[in-house]
């Protein structure tokens, strides 16, 4: 852990109450700050937001991941179940608010939804493929941590060979997504997909 | 502190999660449960909830708590700023979210606003009265707590007898707000006043 990290700087407390606030301003900053969009859709956006965070999101990704340390026969549902919620999830909210809020309509927001989610679990899986292959020069982090804390990942699950197979799935299904959209407004998110399978580092 | 307290029955981990997940709900609840009222007035009311909640609010509050712990010197306006801070928001986010939600104008709402906030200072005014001048018997939980903690108090810093006339200042200050109100309407919030001036335990 970087010893900048704010619990150790300003107590496990404090960097637990700064979390609090930062949560609470996100849906004041969204209540707000955004012009031009109906409110109607303004709170769909707020409940897209929370969803992602509570019990169902984020908190649900972070508490199976806390239960699975040390439990050596993690599977690959239960890894997924982690990525999905500790990882996708957010990259889903960052998606779907935007489609919510430029008014997606629901069979649009939800191939969106599915997009972000896949593009967020290939992130996890690319992640643990450059664990495992790539040197901590080449990554600019440690590699072969994952190793090391004897973690649960998709290599050490289903072998190098058919993550790789896994993650050329997950971005062919994400940009599968967006095949019905307006090819240049789409571009962006094909390379942001193609950006994160293909990333080095 | 009870024994049955999240963090001592779950971990401390898992009782951080819980509140950020109680925390989104709540927005996810007010934006997703709340019927009958223009989606402008949920959002003025998610907004309100939101500064109760954060770096202006309640954890505003409980970081100068936690900085004031073990300090001697402790004056009144700090000790007015926690509690204004700690208690008195969230009864004044209560207060205030019901008038929104229910169509009052600004002046309406600040009045209403200003109401919560004195009884939400009063009600400390009062707990630390009671903790000096109740048995444990009486008041059903120890009495002489602040003595033991060293805590600031109101009875500590301005004696009982001037406490005693703060919150009878405070309970007339709260009242005055409802004046213009129907009376009829306001009858529940004046019984409320005198509950939390009275009170006994």
Known sequence: MPENYSNLVFGED?????????????????????????PSRILAAIFELAKS?????LVAGQVVDI???????????????????????LLEASVVLG?????????????????A?????????VDDILDVTKSSAELGKTAGKDLVAEKATYPKLMGLEKSREFAEKLNE?????L???????????????????YRQN
């Not at 809020?101 to 927001?109: A, D, F, M």
């Not at 989610?117 to 899986?125: A, H, P």
């Open 173 to 177: 299904e994400a940009k599968d997504q």
């Open 53 to 57: 965070i509570g019990a169902e999101g």
């Open 14 to 38: 404090v960097a637990v109450l700064a979390g609090d606030s930062l949560l609470a301003f996100a849906f004041e900053y969204i209540a707000t700050v955004t012009t031009g969009v109906p």
């Open 99 to 115: 489609a919510v809020l430029g008014g997606g309509n629901k069979e649009e927001v939800e191939k969106l939804r599915k997009f």
């Open 179 to 197: 095949s019905g959209f307006d090819s240049g407004k789409a571009a962006p998110l094909v390379a942001l997909a193609n950006y994160i399978a």
């Open 67 to 89: 239960a699975s340390a040390g439990v050596s026969d993690v599977g690959l549902d239960q890894l997924e179940f982690i990525h999905v919620h500790k990882t996708a999830v």
């Open 117 to 125: 989610r896949c593009i967020g679990l290939l992130f996890q899986v």
